[in-house]
């Protein structure tokens, strides 16, 4: 009878530990990003406002952006976060492979909000972003005037750094070769057109330092590494505006993104992801990161929630649109991104 006794109190015991422990994690929200200025914004824009709201505590983790971190986790069946944000190149390739959740979006908000390729099946947009050129007013005497002088060593001598990854570089290097925006993406799903992007990367192949990080741009133009460098737009501004560094932002060929985020297989805790996605979806709360970093929001009707003085640094404000620029292309990197990925990596080898 005693032993008994013990065994039900044991198990009362147990029960009651799991209860707490469960009630504790459905409390907690992970979410894993790339760091850096773009994770202090969203941290003041989202992260800490809808912790005070739901009263779910927000677990940050980071990473360099690599699906394949993720992929070990969802293999393993260890998945430790509930969200991670994404780049549009990468998540048809993660939703392919079954490394992402597909989305309802019935708890997110309507898609037909969204601005067009920035609600995907298995990833929804944070905000718009724009791949540009940036340098120093200091240390260049002439100013670049777009994204494609990266390719000019004449006109612009000196090392210039770009984003060790094959996604922005071969659609510049095919611009910077003559094509035409609209036509860059059907250039580059042929075999030809490929052999055309890396025939023109070889042209400043040894001019470049490549970064793989997006706090490294501005760390190489303060250092002085570079004379030029590719670069996330928020990245950069922050820099200027923060750090009171005097860079310049080129816009001209400027490549529009959008960042994005995910619910990984196995999530631990996808109810609370969906209300986080649903929190960040209102156009009145999407709007609110611009405050803190200049990427522009993605819904369609967020527009008249961002703060006056941030409006003219986003990247999709009218005055950047004006020139040439390119719309990322989300199904082209999804269909040719595994392969373009190994060429570039043997070409960098080389």
């Known amino acids: 009878m005693t032993q008994l006794r013990t065994r039900l109190f044991a198990l009362a015991a147990a029960t009651a530990c799991m209860t707490i422990a469960g009630a504790a994690f459905a409390d907690e929200l992970s979410i894993m990003a790339s760091g850096g200025a773009w994770q202090d914004a969203q941290r003041k824009a989202w992260f800490e406002p809808f912790s005070k709201e739901t009263g779910a505590k927000i677990l940050e983790q980071e990473y360099l952006g690599d699906l394949g971190k993720v992929k070990a986790m969802v293999e393993t069946g260890n998945v430790p976060i509930d969200l991670v944000t994404v780049e549009t190149a990468t998540v048809l390739q993660g939703c392919d492979a079954g490394i992402l959740e597909r989305l309802d979006y019935s708890k997110i908000g309507p898609r037909d909000k969204f601005i067009e390729g920035s609600a995907l099946d298995c990833g929804v947009g944070l905000d718009a972003y724009g791949d540009i050129l940036a340098y120093d007013p200091t240390v260049l005497k002439e100013a670049p005037t777009s994204v494609l002088d990266l390719f000019d060593t004449t006109k612009f001598p000196g090392k210039r750094a770009m984003r060790k990854f094959p996604a922005q570089n071969l659609e510049w290097a095919?611009?910077?070769?003559?094509?035409?925006?609209?036509?860059?993406?059907?250039?580059?799903?042929?075999?030809?057109?490929?052999?055309?992007?890396?025939?023109?990367?070889?042209?400043?192949?040894?001019?470049?330092?490549?970064?793989?990080?997006?706090?490294?741009?501005?760390?190489?133009?303060?250092?002085?590494?570079?004379?030029?460098?590719?670069?996330?737009?928020?990245?950069?501004?922050?820099?200027?505006?923060?750090?009171?560094?005097?860079?310049?932002?080129?816009?001209?060929?400027?490549?529009?993104?959008?960042?994005?985020?995910?619910?990984?297989?196995?999530?631990?805790?996808?109810?609370?992801?969906?209300?986080?996605?649903?929190?960040?979806?209102?156009?009145?709360?999407?709007?609110?990161?611009?405050?803190?970093?200049?990427?522009?929001?993605?819904?369609?009707?967020?527009?008249?929630f961002v703060a006056a003085d941030a409006l003219p640094k986003l990247p999709n404000a009218p005055d950047h649109l004006k020139g040439a620029y390119l719309v990322a292309d989300t199904e082209f990197w999804g269909d040719y991104g595994e392969d373009l990925v190994k060429r570039f990596n043997a070409w960098l080898a080389q």
């Open 174 to 304: 095919l611009m910077a070769d003559g094509v035409a925006p609209a036509d860059v993406y059907k250039v580059l799903a042929t075999p030809e057109g490929v052999d055309r992007a890396f025939k023109k990367l070889d042209t400043i192949k040894k001019d470049i330092v490549w970064w793989d990080a997006g706090a490294q741009p501005a760390q190489l133009l303060a250092s002085k590494e570079v004379v030029m460098t590719t670069a996330w737009n928020g990245r950069i501004q922050n820099a200027i505006d923060t750090d009171k560094k005097p860079f310049k932002i080129v816009w001209n060929n400027q490549i529009l993104e959008y960042d994005m985020i995910s619910i990984p297989k196995g999530a631990r805790n996808p109810e609370l992801a969906y209300k986080y996605l649903a929190y960040i979806s209102k156009p009145e709360n999407n709007a609110k990161l611009a405050s803190y970093i200049t990427y522009g929001p993605v819904r369609t009707d967020a527009a008249s």
